[in-house]
Nanobody, 126 residues
């Protein structure tokens, strides 16, 4: 079992930056691929960024490539996403997710992930 708690969301002006954190508990964190997803009102949950168990492989949605960076520290049981050059269209609730399987590659679909945090709101004003 893995429990995830996100933090770091807030209100920021367009062009600004935020760093979201996801603190995880559970023995399998260091073996699990992790993902960040987001969901805006009236829209489906979408993949933002993912990182494999070692941190050696990452993947990003086209909409955030070059602006967002995902990272992890297995010793701290934490995953981050650094979000720069934020745009109003980045406004959403951001969720951290963990894959139950171990030593897998990053998955891009929400249903591949078994554990979810409660979400943190990111609002970008124009």
């Amino acid at each position: 079992q893995v429990q995830l708690v996100e933090s770091g969301g807030g209100l920021v002006q367009a062009g600004g930056s935020l760093r979201l954190s996801c603190a995880a508990s559970g023995r399998t964190f260091s073996s699990a691929a992790m993902g960040w997803f987001r969901q805006a009102p009236g829209k489906e949950r979408e993949f933002v960024a993912g990182i494999n168990w070692s941190g050696g492989s990452t993947d990003y949605a086209d909409s955030v490539k070059g602006r967002f960076t995902i990272s992890r520290d297995n010793a701290k049981n934490t995953v981050w996403v650094q979000m720069n050059s934020l745009k109003p269209e980045d406004t959403a609730v951001y969720y951290c997710a963990a894959d139950r399987r171990i030593y897998t590659t990053v998955e891009l679909t929400p249903k591949a992930y078994d554990y979810w945090g409660q979400g943190t709101q990111v609002t970008v004003s124009s």
